[in-house]
């Protein structure tokens, strides 16, 4: 290991890509080398830097659960210069894959509690591996709730997933488009998801929050909780500073002494309470 | 300069400014650096002298700086060029301004309006150092593939911290050339060619624009001459097209052309 | 290891410079350019230059250059072939004429890259760099290497460090095996110890702040009006980082020349707006105040709660170069005025 | 050793150079092979840069071709670029850039012999000066080694 380069990538082939929504796409990716694939594992939280190489890393969630074996899945919108060129591959082609980095969900502290599912926008992915791998793990939890947000219909991701969610027994779901983005067809919620949730008031009873979505979403939602009496230290989310080493070298994730890639990027909210406001 | 601290303490009184950007004494005895002065009291901190050779007029573009509210800048003859370039480019706005002017025998004049610098500057014409004609032509007159080497070797020290850009009052771009990547114009790394892309697409976006302050020279930490790149392209465009110094036409050189304009190498 | 003693003439340098370049070894030293002296490579002893206090660049890129490669690949449809540069050969190289808070600036940079995670391209190119230092006989009103438990004849950092003496002769310090080896190579060259110490051939650097002081006030002092009212002449380039020894942020690039390229390691600034910017358009530091405070922290709060070691060595480079004269110590002094929070 | 053959791209108006090699094709006008043209709306768009990228991935040489002064479709975006070409010419020039090595030339839609003659003696010139190493050296720079 501590002769490991540790900037090279490990190379992909991309097995499938679904279009998840208007410039977001899903990629599945195998190792092309077994012993690499052997060896890899990660859980549910972390992150990697995934590149097309003569374009450059960008860095995103691993989507999957832990808990699928053979393969990892990252979900990304076409955004900025390697995102682009991330869109322009095909099922088939090679891309490189750094990691796992960064902290983790402590799921397995989540034993016999209920989860609720906060997530907004392009948010899901992150959360999408956490709830796999409890719904993968379903008798160790309680209640599952999901209440998940985007802009408008079209703008969902993961829909089949939504769909079989939706139908499962186990699981509430609530979703919800911003006003004006919904269909005449769409039977969901239509209003933003702090006052979405505030309505479906789910029980803080033994139960964890998590909280993926965009700045402004996120500062809304924790009153919220907080006001449907979950505390602090049962709230958890994740922060998505720019990274481009993964391992804090490169110095520009931190905030204040925590540096997001190592220390996050799963925080709870007592603990980011305690950082400087620069995130 | 007590004319300058009366003047300075007057327009914070009465608040016609809230902010006065002058110079005060630097981190050594050679140097001043530009202070923003935004209480009466601190008015005194205001100096004037020959080490005042910082471009203040760049901070005039500065979003953080505007919010300060409406400021007076003190104004020696480069940085009145700069503010009349900057005018010419719509980037300033006469009645958002106060501009205490600064003449090479250090008396101050206020401007009323940049038509006023525009008539002071035209008896204040920039003049390229005789020394600095003197190493362009050196240059010039090299074989060219020596030209190219010794180019390459002034900027192999650039590690493209861009002092020079950010030096200068008309880089005022919230967005460079640099900072685009799609598609990337210019390598980000700083190895040779890097730095060549850079110096000349920088030279290139101020050809017709310098004013021959010498701020980037000043600002580059490791004493490249980058000035002599404007300052040929200056001669270039007085050559051209027609002695340049900042004027309210907006005719800037590469905005604007003349249909008979002359050149020898197209066929 | 145990500090050995040593005398070197002054004639004896010029020998030794020739021993070193024979032995394969790229020297990089001082070398004056107008007003300023530069780290460069040199191939001859005489463009060696003895005027200068400190260089106007830092010796840091012998270890973290300004680009460097992390691999190069070769790409078709069906493959993607990766060579990593970590199996490149990295030049055997003498650092000539560093000062003593250049060479303890390769501690925090060391840290930096190895703790935690061993970056093993940075560790390979520490190795084959030997650090022979010369002590400082001279300071100016931008050095304060003494307030970061720093010194004008440090050892710190140093395979060797080299202090004039009064005749002209140089008192030769070795520290390391490195430096012992050199030694043994080049034994002619080196004689007994003198008997006249260094202290006296020392700069006087007058301390300006207490750095232990400073690091308890920082703690609590991240909303402070002072930290825009510091950077307010700041024009937002990277000067300041790209001289300082000690900076070692970074942004990865790729570079691709049709189906070839390289993946790079560049320095990066975080003075620079665009460090922190997420696709989505939102900073975290989006003022230059924030980024200044960044920095300030960065060295003297959050790396010496880390690692014990601030990340300064109090060279002044950033103050001296700065466009805008912002001053470093300016901050730091302030910093000690101000009252203790929490 | 096999002949040094230029490697030259040609950046060229859609409406006046194009149009007049195509009529250097159909006129059956031979000549020399050597160039690759990138056709662009109006030679105003031709960015500056794009002259350094060819260098930089490879050219040996560069042609720049557009209308004729006053025959320009948008009016007067060639009398924009002839202005920058004479600022840029002299840059590069002071820079050591082999100027040499760009010709511009206008070329309209009806003189597809002027374009055969235009890429031929651009060619012979880049062949006697032959391949623009200097400029792939700095290019190149990364390949042989890291920069300190």
């Given at each position: 290991m501590d002769n490991k380069n540790i900037y090279i990538p490990y190379l992909m082939r991309i097995e499938k890509i679904t279009l998840e929504a208007p410039g977001v796409k899903t990629f599945r990716l195998k190792f092309e080398n077994e012993q690499e694939a052997e060896a890899f594992s990660f859980k549910a939280g972390q992150f990697g830097e995934y590149s097309i190489v003569g374009v450059g890393e960008s860095t995103f969630c691993i989507a999957s659960s832990p808990t699928r074996k053979g393969y990892i899945e990252c979900t990304f919108r076409q955004a900025g210069k390697v995102t682009s060129a991330l869109s322009l591959a095909e099922e088939g082609d090679v891309i490189g894959f750094r990691g796992p980095y960064g902290n983790t969900f402590p799921i397995d502290e989540w034993k016999g509690k209920s989860l609720l599912f906060i997530a907004g926008g392009i948010a899901l992915p992150p959360m999408r591996c956490v709830i796999w791998n409890a719904l993968d793990l379903r008798e160790n939890f309680k209640d599952i709730t999901i209440v998940y947000g985007a802009k408008s219909v079209d703008d969902l991701v993961y829909k089949h997933e939504l769909e079989e969610w939706g139908k499962r027994?186990?699981?509430?779901?609530?979703?919800?488009?911003?006003?004006?983005?919904?269909?005449?067809?769409?039977?969901?919620?239509?209003?933003?998801?702090?006052s979405v949730l505030e309505k479906a008031a789910p029980s803080s009873q033994n139960t964890i929050a998590i909280v993926c979505g965009p700045p402004i979403m996120i500062k809304f939602t924790f009153p919220v909780l907080e006001k449907l009496g979950f505390t602090e230290e049962n709230i958890y989310t994740t922060l998505e500073n720019r990274m481009k080493c993964g391992f804090g070298k490169c110095g520009r994730c931190n905030v204040g002494e925590v540096y997001v890639c190592k220390d996050g990027p799963v925080f709870s909210y007592d603990q980011l309470k305690l950082l400087p406001a620069e995130y | 300069m007590m004319d300058l601290i009366k003047r300075a303490t007057e327009l914070l009184e009465s608040d016609a400014v809230k902010v006065v950007i002058g110079y005060g004494k630097g981190s050594s005895t050679d140097r001043t650096r530009a202070i923003f002065v935004t209480q009466v009291a601190d008015c005194e901190n205001l100096v004037f002298n020959s080490q005042c050779i910082h471009n203040l007029a760049v901070y005039l573009t500065k979003a953080e700086i505007k919010k300060l509210g409406k400021p007076a800048i003190v104004a020696p003859v480069p940085v009145l060029r700069s503010i009349l370039q900057l005018a010419a480019e719509n980037q300033l706005t006469e009645n958002d301004l106060v501009i205490l002017g600064v003449t090479p025998e250090s008396q101050l004049i206020e401007f009323e309006s940049f038509a006023g610098i525009e008539t002071f500057l035209d008896t204040h014409r920039i003049k390229i150092d005789q020394k600095y004609q003197e190493t362009i032509e050196k240059i010039r007159s090299m074989p060219v593939a020596e030209r190219f080497a010794w180019w390459v070797k002034e900027l192999e020290p650039c590690f493209k911290c861009y002092a020079c850009r950010s030096a200068c009052p008309l880089?005022?771009?919230?967005?460079?050339?640099?900072?685009?990547?799609?598609?990337?114009?210019?390598?980000?790394?700083?190895?040779?060619?890097?730095?060549?892309?850079?110096?000349?697409?920088?030279?290139?976006?101020?050809?017709?624009?310098?004013?021959?302050?010498?701020?980037?020279?000043?600002?580059?930490?490791?004493?490249?001459?980058?000035?002599?790149?404007?300052?040929?392209?200056?001669?270039?465009?007085?050559?051209?097209?027609?002695?340049?110094?900042?004027?309210?036409?907006?005719?800037?050189?590469l905005s604007s052309f003349k249909p008979d304009d002359k050149e020898s190498f197209i066929r | 290891m145990q500090t050995e003693n040593y005398l070197i003439r002054k004639s004896s340098l010029e020998k030794l410079f020739t021993n070193l370049i024979g032995n394969g070894k790229t020297i990089y030293a001082p070398k004056a350019k107008g007003d300023l002296a530069l780290f460069a490579k040199v191939?001859?002893?005489?463009?060696?230059?003895?005027d200068y206090i400190v260089t106007a660049n830092s010796a840091k890129s012998l270890v973290f250059p300004r680009a460097e490669k992390l691999f190069s690949y070769k790409k078709s449809k069906e493959n993607t072939e990766i060579n990593d540069a970590a199996s490149d050969t990295f030049p055997d190289v003498v650092l000539w004429g560093t000062r003593p808070c250049d060479a303890a600036a390769f501690i925090p940079l060391n840290n930096n890259f190895n703790e935690d995670t061993p970056d093993i391209i940075f560790s390979k190119r520490s190795q084959k760099v030997l650090v022979m230092s010369f002590s400082c006989s001279r300071c100016n009103e931008y050095c304060f290497c003494t307030s970061v438990n720093g010194g004008p004849g440090n050892t710190t950092g140093s395979d060797i460090l080299l202090t004039k003496l009064s005749e002209g002769d140089y008192l030769a310090e070795v520290m390391t095996e490195k430096g012992q080896l050199l030694v043994k190579e080049n034994s002619d060259l080196f004689e007994g110890a003198p008997e006249e110490g260094k202290e006296r051939n020392l700069a006087q650097v007058t301390t300006r702040f207490n750095q232990e002081e400073i690091q308890a006030k920082l703690q609590n002092l991240f909303e402070n009006p002072l930290w825009d009212e510091q950077s307010r002449a700041c024009l937002g380039c990277g000067a300041c980082t790209y001289v300082c020894p000690v900076c070692s942020c970074f942004d990865i690039q790729d570079e691709a020349h049709g189906n070839k390229g390289t993946r790079l390691r560049c320095w990066d600034s975080c003075g620079f707006g665009l460090f922190t910017l997420h696709t989505s358009g939102h900073n975290p530091r989006d003022k230059q105040g924030g980024r200044w405070r960044q920095r300030i922290l960065h060295k003297f709060l959050y790396l010496p709660n880390k690692s014990k070691i601030a990340g300064c060595v109090g060279c002044g480079r950033c103050g001296k170069s700065c466009p805008a004269d912002i001053n470093i110590l300016d901050t730091?002094?302030?910093?000690?005025g101000e009252p203790h929070h929490g | 050793m096999s002949e040094f053959e230029p490697k030259i791209i040609a950046f060229v108006c859609n409406w006046c150079t194009y149009a007049g090699a195509d009529l250097t094709g159909t006129s059956r006008i031979k000549y020399a092979q050597n160039v690759k043209i990138i056709r662009f709306p109006c030679t105003g768009r031709i960015d500056f840069m794009l002259l350094l990228k060819s260098f930089s991935e490879g050219a040996d040489g560069i042609i720049v071709s557009g209308c004729h002064p006053n025959d320009c479709h948008y009016t007067s975006g060639n009398f924009h670029a002839r202005r920058r070409w004479i600022m840029f010419r002299g840059l590069l020039d002071l820079l050591g850039i082999d100027v040499r090595r760009i010709q511009y030339s206008w070329v309209s839609a009806a003189e597809g012999s002027k374009w055969a003659d235009v890429v031929n003696s651009t060619v012979a010139t880049i062949r006697e000066l032959g391949p623009y190493t200097d400029y792939a050296k700095v290019a190149g720079y990364l390949e042989k080694e890291a920069k300190l």
């Amino acid at each position: 290991m501590d002769n490991k380069n540790i900037y090279i990538p490990y190379l992909m082939r991309i097995e499938k890509i679904t279009l998840e929504a208007p410039g977001v796409k899903t990629f599945r990716l195998k190792f092309e080398n077994e012993q690499e694939a052997e060896a890899f594992s990660f859980k549910a939280g972390q992150f990697g830097e995934y590149s097309i190489v003569g374009v450059g890393e960008s860095t995103f969630c691993i989507a999957s659960s832990p808990t699928r074996k053979g393969y990892i899945e990252c979900t990304f919108r076409q955004a900025g210069k390697v995102t682009s060129a991330l869109s322009l591959a095909e099922e088939g082609d090679v891309i490189g894959f750094r990691g796992p980095y960064g902290n983790t969900f402590p799921i397995d502290e989540w034993k016999g509690k209920s989860l609720l599912f906060i997530a907004g926008g392009i948010a899901l992915p992150p959360m999408r591996c956490v709830i796999w791998n409890a719904l993968d793990l379903r008798e160790n939890f309680k209640d599952i709730t999901i209440v998940y947000g985007a802009k408008s219909v079209d703008d969902l991701v993961y829909k089949h997933e939504l769909e079989e969610w939706g139908k499962r027994p186990d699981i509430r779901l609530v979703t919800t488009v911003d006003p004006g983005g919904e269909t005449p067809e769409w039977k969901g919620e239509v209003g933003f998801v702090p006052s979405v949730l505030e309505k479906a008031a789910p029980s803080s009873q033994n139960t964890i929050a998590i909280v993926c979505g965009p700045p402004i979403m996120i500062k809304f939602t924790f009153p919220v909780l907080e006001k449907l009496g979950f505390t602090e230290e049962n709230i958890y989310t994740t922060l998505e500073n720019r990274m481009k080493c993964g391992f804090g070298k490169c110095g520009r994730c931190n905030v204040g002494e925590v540096y997001v890639c190592k220390d996050g990027p799963v925080f709870s909210y007592d603990q980011l309470k305690l950082l400087p406001a620069e995130y | 300069m007590m004319d300058l601290i009366k003047r300075a303490t007057e327009l914070l009184e009465s608040d016609a400014v809230k902010v006065v950007i002058g110079y005060g004494k630097g981190s050594s005895t050679d140097r001043t650096r530009a202070i923003f002065v935004t209480q009466v009291a601190d008015c005194e901190n205001l100096v004037f002298n020959s080490q005042c050779i910082h471009n203040l007029a760049v901070y005039l573009t500065k979003a953080e700086i505007k919010k300060l509210g409406k400021p007076a800048i003190v104004a020696p003859v480069p940085v009145l060029r700069s503010i009349l370039q900057l005018a010419a480019e719509n980037q300033l706005t006469e009645n958002d301004l106060v501009i205490l002017g600064v003449t090479p025998e250090s008396q101050l004049i206020e401007f009323e309006s940049f038509a006023g610098i525009e008539t002071f500057l035209d008896t204040h014409r920039i003049k390229i150092d005789q020394k600095y004609q003197e190493t362009i032509e050196k240059i010039r007159s090299m074989p060219v593939a020596e030209r190219f080497a010794w180019w390459v070797k002034e900027l192999e020290p650039c590690f493209k911290c861009y002092a020079c850009r950010s030096a200068c009052p008309l880089c005022y771009c919230t967005r460079c050339t640099v900072e685009n990547n799609q598609p990337q114009w210019i390598s980000v790394a700083s190895h040779p060619l890097g730095n060549l892309e850079w110096h000349v697409m920088r030279a290139m976006h101020l050809a017709g624009r310098c004013t021959d302050c010498e701020a980037c020279y000043n600002a580059c930490p490791m004493g490249i001459p980058i000035h002599l790149l404007t300052k040929s392209m200056l001669q270039d465009v007085n050559e051209n097209f027609g002695t340049y110094g900042p004027t309210l036409k907006k005719d800037n050189t590469l905005s604007s052309f003349k249909p008979d304009d002359k050149e020898s190498f197209i066929r | 290891m145990q500090t050995e003693n040593y005398l070197i003439r002054k004639s004896s340098l010029e020998k030794l410079f020739t021993n070193l370049i024979g032995n394969g070894k790229t020297i990089y030293a001082p070398k004056a350019k107008g007003d300023l002296a530069l780290f460069a490579k040199v191939d001859a002893f005489e463009e060696i230059t003895e005027d200068y206090i400190v260089t106007a660049n830092s010796a840091k890129s012998l270890v973290f250059p300004r680009a460097e490669k992390l691999f190069s690949y070769k790409k078709s449809k069906e493959n993607t072939e990766i060579n990593d540069a970590a199996s490149d050969t990295f030049p055997d190289v003498v650092l000539w004429g560093t000062r003593p808070c250049d060479a303890a600036a390769f501690i925090p940079l060391n840290n930096n890259f190895n703790e935690d995670t061993p970056d093993i391209i940075f560790s390979k190119r520490s190795q084959k760099v030997l650090v022979m230092s010369f002590s400082c006989s001279r300071c100016n009103e931008y050095c304060f290497c003494t307030s970061v438990n720093g010194g004008p004849g440090n050892t710190t950092g140093s395979d060797i460090l080299l202090t004039k003496l009064s005749e002209g002769d140089y008192l030769a310090e070795v520290m390391t095996e490195k430096g012992q080896l050199l030694v043994k190579e080049n034994s002619d060259l080196f004689e007994g110890a003198p008997e006249e110490g260094k202290e006296r051939n020392l700069a006087q650097v007058t301390t300006r702040f207490n750095q232990e002081e400073i690091q308890a006030k920082l703690q609590n002092l991240f909303e402070n009006p002072l930290w825009d009212e510091q950077s307010r002449a700041c024009l937002g380039c990277g000067a300041c980082t790209y001289v300082c020894p000690v900076c070692s942020c970074f942004d990865i690039q790729d570079e691709a020349h049709g189906n070839k390229g390289t993946r790079l390691r560049c320095w990066d600034s975080c003075g620079f707006g665009l460090f922190t910017l997420h696709t989505s358009g939102h900073n975290p530091r989006d003022k230059q105040g924030g980024r200044w405070r960044q920095r300030i922290l960065h060295k003297f709060l959050y790396l010496p709660n880390k690692s014990k070691i601030a990340g300064c060595v109090g060279c002044g480079r950033c103050g001296k170069s700065c466009p805008a004269d912002i001053n470093i110590l300016d901050t730091l002094t302030a910093l000690q005025g101000e009252p203790h929070h929490g | 050793m096999s002949e040094f053959e230029p490697k030259i791209i040609a950046f060229v108006c859609n409406w006046c150079t194009y149009a007049g090699a195509d009529l250097t094709g159909t006129s059956r006008i031979k000549y020399a092979q050597n160039v690759k043209i990138i056709r662009f709306p109006c030679t105003g768009r031709i960015d500056f840069m794009l002259l350094l990228k060819s260098f930089s991935e490879g050219a040996d040489g560069i042609i720049v071709s557009g209308c004729h002064p006053n025959d320009c479709h948008y009016t007067s975006g060639n009398f924009h670029a002839r202005r920058r070409w004479i600022m840029f010419r002299g840059l590069l020039d002071l820079l050591g850039i082999d100027v040499r090595r760009i010709q511009y030339s206008w070329v309209s839609a009806a003189e597809g012999s002027k374009w055969a003659d235009v890429v031929n003696s651009t060619v012979a010139t880049i062949r006697e000066l032959g391949p623009y190493t200097d400029y792939a050296k700095v290019a190149g720079y990364l390949e042989k080694e890291a920069k300190l």
